[in-house]
């Protein structure tokens, strides 16, 4: 089975350009989450998706951050402008149904910089 | 407000010794715990769940963690580390004052297993 799929792995840009990345959960999995994990710090939620619908996004500062899952299936996460703050590794996750009891699996991350 | 405390930034242990990561909680309601572990430039990997049961989990890779109410933790152990166990460990909380199924991180246990 293939595992949850970001890209790009890497991104350098400067502070007030935009940037976006990419997530492909698990075939078949409806809910699929976006975290920020901060340098040393343990992830931390931006948005939930149960199919193509919001479940949570109280976290997210929607002002400069925006993230869309139209068809249900794939994710994108925006930054626009970024700020030297955004440099951290964004992680989508996904699980097969929003449950409680359920496990989240994780891609591997996009390591952000902002310069 | 739910939280997890990893009082610990690293841990160290020989290979073949046991080891301990500790972690302990704090929610309103009933308590979803979970351990995840990162390994460099990859995402985290679910090792085991707590939802409700037998106070000893058992999970992945031959870790198990044991829960306890009166205490509030939730410690991950291994009888007999490995090297390949060295890692990032994180212990996680379901955060049921949201709307959705996120988990609250701990800020991570680096556990170093030497030869």
Redesign the interface.
């Known amino acids: 089975e293939a595992?949850?799929a970001q890209s790009p792995r890497y991104k350098i840009i400067e502070k007030r350009q935009s940037v976006a990345f990419w997530c492909n959960p698990i075939s078949g999995h409806a809910?699929l989450?976006w975290y920020q994990q901060i340098l040393?710090?343990?992830?931390?939620?931006l948005i939930?998706f149960?199919n193509n619908g919001v479940?949570?996004d109280?976290q997210l500062p929607k002002d400069r951050f925006s993230a869309e899952r139209l068809k249900g299936v794939d994710s994108t996460l925006k930054i626009q402008p970024a700020k030297l703050e955004d440099s951290a590794v964004y992680?989508c996750?996904s699980?097969l149904w929003?449950?409680?009891?359920?496990?989240?699996?994780?891609?591997?991350?996009t390591r952000l910089t902002v310069l | 407000a739910q939280s997890v405390a990893q009082p610990e930034d690293q841990v160290n242990v020989a290979e073949g010794n046991p080891l301990t990561v500790k972690c302990t909680y704090s929610v309103s309601g009933n308590p979803y715990l979970f351990w995840y572990v990162q390994y460099p430039n990859r995402g985290l990997q679910f090792l085991l769940k707590y939802i409700t049961g037998d106070n000893l989990v058992k999970g992945s890779y031959g870790f198990e963690a044991e829960f306890n109410k009166s205490q509030t933790s939730f410690h991950l152990k291994k009888p007999s580390a490995l090297v390949s166990d060295s890692a990032l460990y994180f212990c996680a909380v379901r955060d049921l004052n949201q709307a959705g199924t996120a988990l609250i991180f701990g800020k991570g246990t680096t556990l170093s297993v030497s030869s």
Do not use: C
């Not at chain 1, 040393?40 to 939620?45: D, E, N, R, T, V």
């Not at chain 1, 929003?98 to 591997?108: A, D």
């Open positions: 595992g949850v809910t989450y040393g710090q343990g992830p931390k939620l939930q149960q479940v949570d109280s992680l996750a699980s929003s449950s409680q009891f359920t496990e989240q699996f994780f891609g591997p991350g």
